[in-house]
């Protein structure tokens, strides 16, 4: 086990703190206090809002992480990423085995920043049991990856009930885990209404950080009200308000569907990925202070080490935008969900697919396989009130039952 109290590097924030977009840089992070691990030359750095870590702009998503991919961990650290981000339910614990595996040895723990989430969704819906299983999914998080403490635990999943966010008894624990050295910051991630989500956390004022779904595929959905830039913004101001980090999650969302639906001849310029793209653009909205990619080979985690230093002009970002709204790409907003009167878990239904449909076989049937009877694609009653709300005019009936029939 790594000693709870490492050696902290402190410095005066401003050099080097962001070289773009998000983050407090210069004059407003001047006077704090800022801790640094693991930087690197070529990888650019943020001040996660008031938690004071100087986290890389690049982050690493371990939904996909297992001992196989240990290697990734490597090359992701000799890049400069400091920031690695994981769950208990990722591989059924299996992401945090692995990086438990890799941090725990030869002193690297004390190199990097450590962020796990619990998933309290079924003790938060029944009323009961959050203060304990909290504690207790905090126990197993620690023991599997080999420290103890993490630099940030998160609730998972804010997105269905978006007053999870206020639950007194995850909160309570959230503050005992603090007072007990096991967590240093608390955050929260959510998957679908980052703007609603993000401003009712910052108004409690009881989070250090948050992870939100914000994509190029969701920004110009001026209809939404919600997942767009302009809901967006007030939002990130709120967050900035309250000194939260926010790091961009699912920034790369239907990547491919954005580059199929064009032939814009900067998207498929030699060289340069439309996920690169993607997480560049978020990486340029002021506010945004990281984002983290799902990395599952070596070719994304070169690709990947290079996106802080794409240089993307406002016009590039405006055209994209365009593009991205015009491909008619689900971006996972939501709307569906919250459509069905029955019900169904459209949304996460869909990212399954997704999932499945880039490779994730295991992974999507278990999560699928996860969700109660009632919820799955067979219970739907083909009403068709979600089709009619979907922005993007997704033919869902269809896609739920192609889902079924590839996950069942
Ligand atoms: S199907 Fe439409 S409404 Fe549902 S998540 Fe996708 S874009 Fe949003
Ligand atoms: S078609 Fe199915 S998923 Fe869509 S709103 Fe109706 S019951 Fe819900």
Known sequence: MMERREFLRRAVAGAGAVAFGGGLSGAAAGQQAVERRNERPGMTYARLGRTNLMVSRIGH???????????????????????FDTSHIYGGGRSE????????????RKNVFIGTKMDLRAQMKAGEGVYAKAMDYAESSLRRLKTDYVD??????CTTLIDLVENPEWLRA????????????????EHAKPAEVLTRAAACGKYDMAMVAFSLVKSKWGS???????????????????DMGVVAIKAAVRAEEILAATSDPKLKKKGFSVHQLCYRYVLGVPGVHAVVCGMTNMTHVEENLKVPAIDLAAGDVERFRDVAA???????????????????????????????GNGYRSAARAQYAALPPHQKATACRGCGACEDACPMGVPIRLRLREAHHVLA
């Open 61 to 83: 998503g371990s939904l996909y992480t297992n001992r196989e991919r240990i290697p990734l961990l490597d090359r992701l650290c000799e890049g400069g990423v400091n920031f």
């Open 97 to 108: 085995d692995a990086l438990g595996e890799f941090f725990g040895r030869d002193g690297r």
């Open 152 to 157: 940030i635990m998160m609730l998972h999943g």
């Open 174 to 189: 959230a503050e005992d885990l603090k007072k007990q050295g096991k967590a240093r910051f608390i955050g929260f991630s």
């Open 224 to 242: 939404m009200g919600r997942t767009d830039i302009k809901s967006m913004e007030p939002a990130l101001a709120a967050a900035r308000k309250a």
């Open 326 to 356: 015009a491909s008619r790409a689900c971006g996972f907003c939501g709307t569906c969900l919250d459509a069905c009167p029955n019900g169904i878990a459209v949304q996460d239904i869909l990212r399954f697919h997704c999932y499945w």
